[in-house]
């Protein structure tokens, strides 16, 4: 029997981001459609960055749980315009992130204005204290998606997921 | 945009598609030599925190790499994958600019060769990201994102090397020296790239070069360091002319696939 467009969606609901696992990918935002067409089903993820090594095992992972479901004429595909932007990132998402220790995007802070050199760090809160005393240490972080951030209340280093818009 | 070829370039180059192919090749070949220097300094960066910044912009290039090869392949169309293009073609099959496979040096040389990429590197996928070809244009559109960061990255490194210590800035100095020859190659079109450029498929590079050399300006002035006169353009690996550095650089890169043919992970 044909699933409905639902339900593949339910279940892409359960497939993880590797590197941040409290995120589905559906709270990432890169799954871009679902299409079913008798029992063909068509899914269109987008990578987050280019060189981003979890893209490889999430594909793996969401034909794993189709497969699972004896879903077997299954076709991914890899979009990458319009290009990904944490715009997409379910609010849900950016709570998870949140109580898991990560600081989620602050929206509208994106690298825009190259000129804007040595130019304030985006204020982010200490997901551990929640205070707004915190500094930048480096733009790029343990993963492509992040970059590093100080408390200078609690002291706690931490991960900010980058504003990519 | 014209469909058809400019006069005097009808007969001496094939159709569009598979003029792009040797483009997309190039750019391909560019990012991945690139990401594979700055790889090498995975461990041995001044500080963990750069460290990781290196290791990051070699990752986001090797990703823009994987997708033009993706493309080149598909646009060659003799079942040949990103992977027999990256590990199977010799040093003068390559088609980078000279820049990217220079040593990587000391941080300085490291800093100024990134900048040096990355001004280019920025203002190229802005405007190719308009191209009529729909694929590097979405290919353009998504690497630009990544491109800023690092453009920021390497200006303000540049900044920091120029107006920090005599030791930083007397480093900086000599790397600008040695590199800046390498520069006008990236904004020099080959025939295949002004065959392109005429075609609307490639942004006219001269149009790019006003917003590049104000950036430079902008951040040697940042640095206290004064924009060194025009010099003698360094040329030859957009044509597969190379310097004896890239030779090394494959065999590291291609050893496995050279030792073990048709290894998979
Ligand atoms: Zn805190």
Redesign the pocket.
Known sequence: MAPTEERIWQLLEEVSDPEVPVLSILDLGIVRAVRVADDAVDVTITPTYSGCPAMNVIATEIRLRLLAEGLTNLTIHNQLSPAWTTDWMSRAGREKLEAYGIAPPVDGTATGHLLNLFGEDTAVR?P??K?EHTHLVSQFGSTACKAHYQ?D??L?PFDYFKCHS | MSATLPETLAGIVPAAPNLLFPFVLQLADTSLILAHRLSEWCGHGPVLEQDLALANIALDLLGEARSYYQYAAELEGQGRTEDDLAYLRSAVEYRNPLLVEQPNGDFAHTVVRQFLFDNFHYHLLQALKESADAQLAAIAEKSLKEAAYHLKWSSEWVIRLGDGTAESRQRLDKAIAALWRFAGELTTPTTTETCLQRLGLVPDYAALLPAMEAHVAHVLGEATVPVPEAVFAQQGGKMGRHSEHLGYLLAELQYMQRSYPGLTW
Do not use: I, L, P
């Open positions: 200490c551990v204290c205070s408390c209340d609690c706690e």
